[in-house]
């Protein structure tokens, strides 16, 4: 088993750090985790022990732990935290009365049971410049001598701020993302556009998770029966709580009067909904916003996947003008195949593709509508090589151009077509 693990949540560390020479704690801890929290902790060793918060709060596992009383907490020199790094390393421990030297006031003896406590050691940092010495760790002290303990503690910053400055999160947390579409595909996009540092996601879906979708949805089954904006948000706000969730159980096609207005305060929309009606409709929508678009699909029953975009430019044509430029060059058109529907029984196709190829042209959107973000604010490394990208996840040989991929994981970029003539979404109105 792996050995015990305790987390000291930041109000217990800033508890301990503002006082005395010693306290009282109380752990909470799994036992079939091998794990603890500091659950409660007194100021000194005459005051109350009173509560510690640990997030996310009771759906935390330790919530649910067993309470260990008796634990202590001592301030020390921050030498015995630099023997802590060294039996940590070597896989030792101190002996009693070499621990129980080092405490100036409070030791407790440890009995037959043996307790938890935790020791704060001021100027750590200084003494061993060089090494990662923490200045709060744990011990576990019995009889048979004190052995160090696995110390996590709650850092002051964690999540994307962690990506600073290695990556422009001051870019893309004011970013709003329009996200059409919520299936196994879309679910992914919002994981992995929330996982990037975009500030804000508009999510657009009026359908219900159901134990079908679970083979390939990233929502997991507590979620079945809700709206899968409302399992996504549920999900992205415990794990990328730094971006805001939206949701609007709308159809695009029906309701398209309530996604303009979503589009003209949005940076990007990307739309991985089924079938070619929804695909059109944000192509349209986001040429009148003036804003681009990244549509993603799998073709073939899930054996290429396909990513567009689409930019309300000049020498840029919609969704319709690129797929004529595809049958005028004797390519195919695969907006049928789209629209033919997925599911089971006679009027529809079975969908072949498994959760992993779908997540994966999930990512590659996300990606391409991060990539065209930050090449907007000037990142020359975030250029995508072109405008069409077609790639293979279970390649078949009778394909016809540009989709005859031959290997699994090829990806072939393609540039951009022209509008056609007469257009009714590429003219200006």
Not at 35 to 61: D, E, M, N
Not at 215 to 230: A, D, Q, Y
Not at 344 to 352: A, E, S, V, W
């Amino acid at each position: 088993m792996n050995p015990l693990i305790i987390l000291v949540p930041q109000e217990a560390a800033a508890r301990i750090r503002s006082s005395g020479p010693w306290g009282m704690v109380t752990f909470k801890v799994s036992d079939a985790e091998n794990a603890g929290y500091v659950y409660q902790i007194s100021s000194g060793p005459t005051t109350a022990l009173l509560p510690v918060g640990i997030k996310p709060g009771r759906i935390h596992f330790l919530h649910a732990g067993d309470i260990r009383h008796g634990g202590l907490w001592y301030r020390v020199d921050p030498e015995l935290h630099g023997v802590w790094y060294a039996c940590r390393r070597s896989n030792t421990s101190l002996t009693l009365n070499g621990f129980k030297s080092t405490i100036t006031s409070g030791f407790k003896n440890p009995g037959e049971s043996g307790y938890i406590t935790i020791t704060y050691a001021p100027g750590v940092a200084e003494r061993f410049p060089n090494v990662d010495v923490p200045d709060l760790v744990a011990w576990y002290v019995s009889n048979e001598g004190v052995t160090p303990l696995d110390t996590e503690c709650e850092p002051p910053v964690y999540g994307n701020a962690q990506l600073i400055p290695h990556w422009p999160l001051k870019d893309l947390t004011p970013t709003t993302i329009v996200l059409v579409g919520l299936g196994s595909i879309g679910g992914a996009a919002a994981h992995a556009l929330a996982s990037y540092g975009v500030g804000r996601l508009i999510l657009v879906d009026p359908d219900r998770l159901r134990w079908s979708n679970l083979v390939r949805h990233v929502s997991g089954p507590s979620h079945v029966g809700r709206l899968k904006g409302s399992a996504l948000r549920a999900d992205l706000e415990l794990l990328r709580p730094e971006t805001e969730v939206i949701s609007y159980p709308v159809d695009a096609v029906v309701n398209a009067h309530l996604i303009r207005p979503l589009l003209a305060r949005a940076d990007l929309v990307v739309c991985t909904a089924d079938g070619v009606a929804p695909r059109r409709v944000i192509s349209h929508l986001a040429r009148r916003a003036r804003i681009d678009a990244i549509l993603a699909c799998v073709l073939e029953d899930g054996g290429l996947g396909e990513l567009l975009r689409l930019r309300p430019w000049k020498d840029h044509g919609c969704l319709v003008c690129q797929r004529q430029a595809l049958r005028s060059v004797g390519g195919i058109d695969p907006e049928p195949a789209i629209d033919a529907g997925y599911g089971t029984g006679t009027l529809h196709r079975p969908m072949t593709a498994v959760g992993g190829d779908l997540h994966l042209v999930g990512q590659l959107a996300a990606k391409a509508a991060v990539a065209t973000i930050l090449e907007r604010h000037g990142w020359a490394d975030q250029k995508l090589p072109g405008e069409h990208a077609i790639f293979s996840l279970r390649p078949q040989p009778d394909w016809a151009p540009p989709f005859n991929l031959n290997r699994a994981g090829n990806i072939r970029w393609r540039p951009a077509a022209p509008p056609v003539v007469g257009c009714p979404t590429c003219e200006e109105p």
